[in-house]
Every structure is written in structure tokens, then in C-alpha cells.
């Protein structure tokens, strides 16, 4: 039987080409920015629930970048796991300008290399707790406090050579005082990647025992500033705000389960938007690839096609390394 059917959309699929003449997003390298974590350890280790992505000392973390950087990738977030005997209530190692992100950027830049360096910009790391912010008398994370810290922090990551601070934070206000601190130290350059819309959010999990930020088997609330899960309107008034404060950058996060707040971010702003693919998304992919249940690599490139569609320009994956040869 054939009918004569008007329209008959499976001509735009029917061989390789015609398919990719009609593609309308596609990845490529340098869409990617790398997450990568950095230790104090003599050797590389996996991160147990992150399988294929490592901690690096920084001699190997070297040797990595420019790895990375043959096969495309130029963009790097930095993450620190520090030694334990460093941190405390007040995080303030984020201070010391020896710290372990400091030396890191330092090294990297020695290599010459044209990257860019993102230094994630929160406590965490730093505090005993694991909150991203101090701890007042309460038991509260105190706004104005942090946001102080997190300024001075800006000063000293930025003379260490980041090019980019991105507070992960959420405290209120903050674009706003960095800003200031950078310009008043003529780190007018040095732009600001805002982690506008950061919801609070279960697939965290695998990147807090990756840094060292989660005592085992207790989960760390977030919430009274990390954004409802729920909450479109919220996360358009967050974006508002940190545009206005004078970020360079909106970031959402995590991705694929807030693909309408990356969509939401595009039309509403016209800076370049970025979008974290986090730990957890990461992981039960290729959790899911070890029980021979999913295939990663189609699945990661799914997952980062609709990112992209869903309109972020910038994408932050742990899957960047071992994709970049094939975009
Ligand atoms: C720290 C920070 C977190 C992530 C990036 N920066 C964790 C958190 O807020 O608890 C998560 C990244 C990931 O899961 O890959 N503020």
C-alpha cells in the first residue's frame, strides 16, 4: 500500500548527509569547560563515585593540561581537595595566597599555554563544615560575612592568575562587592562567572566526597541558599540580580534537570549563559554504563545536545576530556 501523503518529514532522515545538513545544534570542543580536581596526594587517585575523572597533584595536573589542550581544550575549573588539618570554621585558607588553587594556577600559567583558568569561588573547600559560607552563632550561613570573605578571596585567586572567579556561593549581593574588589584592584579584567541559578540539589553528591566536603553518609543542607528545586520565577529574579550586579557570565545549574531555567536564562538576558552538567549527572551515566545498562558515550552526548539546545553557550563537563576528540 502507498499513499500520497503531503508531507513526509523522514526525508530530512534518510542518509548521513542530507541528516547533517539539516542538523540544527551541534557540540563543539571549545563550547566545553573542564572541571577538574586538584589534591595534595603524591599520585593521581579516581574519585570513587566519579569513575574516570581524578584528583591531580599538580605536577601530573601539568602534564594533563597540556594533554587537554592538544586535544582542543582550553577552559579549566579548578577545584581544590585540601588537606584536612587546613580547614576550619572560617574557611580562611581560601586566603592564603600559597593555597592549593593558588599554586596550581601559578603552575599552569608557568606552562605558557593559551587557557583560561576558572577558580570556583565559595568556601566549602575550606570549612570544616562544609558549608559554603560561614557559620554565625545560630547555626546560620551568614550573608554579608561570606560575601566579604569571598571578596578578598576574588583579590587573591586573581594575583594568582585566574582569569575567571565563579561564586558558587549564593549568597545575596555578591556579584556586586567582587565587582567592586576587582575593579578597586585593577583586576579589570578579570571577569565574573556567576553561578546565578544554583538549585539545591541531590546530584551534588559525588563531587562534595570528591573534594573531601562531605563527612560520609551525611548530607549537607543547602538550602536556605541554594535555590528550590521547584522554582522557575525565583531563578529568573536570581539571574536578573547577578546581571545587574555586574556578572559577566549566568550560570545554571545543575543542567539536564533544569534544561527550562538554561532555557529561561537564554531569552530573558543577552550575556552568554553556561550550564553545569554536575557530579551526580555524570555519575549515573556512567554508573548505569559500568552495569552494561546504558551506552556513555551516546548518553553523555544527549545529555550535552540538549543543553546546548536548550540554549547555554558554555558547558562545564566532566565528560569534556574524553569527548573533545570527537566533536
Ligand atoms: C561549591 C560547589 C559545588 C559544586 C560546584 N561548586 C557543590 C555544592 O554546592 O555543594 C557542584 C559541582 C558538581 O556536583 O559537579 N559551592
Known sequence: MTYQ???????LRSNPIIRSLVEENYLKTSDFVLPVFISEEE????????????????????????????????????????????????????????????????????LNLDVVLIADLALDPYTTHGQDGIVDSKGEVDNDSTVEI???????????????????DMMDGRIKIIREALER????????ISYSAKFSSS?????????????DSVIIDKSTYQLNPANLLEAQRELALDAEEGADILMVKPAEPFLDVIKQARSQSNL??????????????????????????????????????????????YFADRLAKDL
Request: aromatic share 10%; proline share 6%.
Open 5 to 11: 501523503f503531503l508531507h513526509r518529514p523522514r526525508r
Open 43 to 110: 599520585k593521581p587517585s579516581e574519585v570513587l563515585s566519579m569513575p574516570g575523572v581524578f584528583r591531580w597533584p599538580i605536577s601530573n595536573l601539568c602534564e594533563q593540561i597540556k594533554d587537554w589542550h592538544q586535544k582542543g581544550l582550553k577552559a579549566f575549573a579548578l577545584f581544590p581537595k585540601i588537606s584536612p588539618e587546613l580547614k576550619n570554621e572560617g574557611g580562611n585558607e581560601i586566603l592564603n595566597p600559597n593555597s592549593l588553587v593558588c599554586r596550581a594556577a601559578a603552575a599552569i600559567k608557568q
Open 150 to 168: 569571598l571578596a578578598k578571596a576574588s583579590i587573591v585567586y586573581a594575583n594568582a592568575g585566574i582569569d575567571w572567579v565563579a561564586p558558587s
Open 185 to 192: 584592584n585593577s583586576f579589570h579584567n578579570t571577569g565574573i
Open 203 to 215: 546530584y551534588y553528591g559525588p563531587f562534595r566526597s570528591a573534594i573531601g566536603s562531605s563527612m
Open 272 to 317: 552568554p549563559i553556561a550550564a553545569y552538567q554536575v557530579s551526580g549527572e555524570y555519575s549515573r551515566i556512567m554508573a548505569a554504563n559500568q552495569l552494561g545498562w546504558l551506552d556513555w558515550k551516546s548518553c553523555a552526548l544527549e545529555s550535552l545536545v540538549g543543553i546546548k539546545r536548550a540554549g547555554a553557550n558554555i558547558i562545564f563537563s
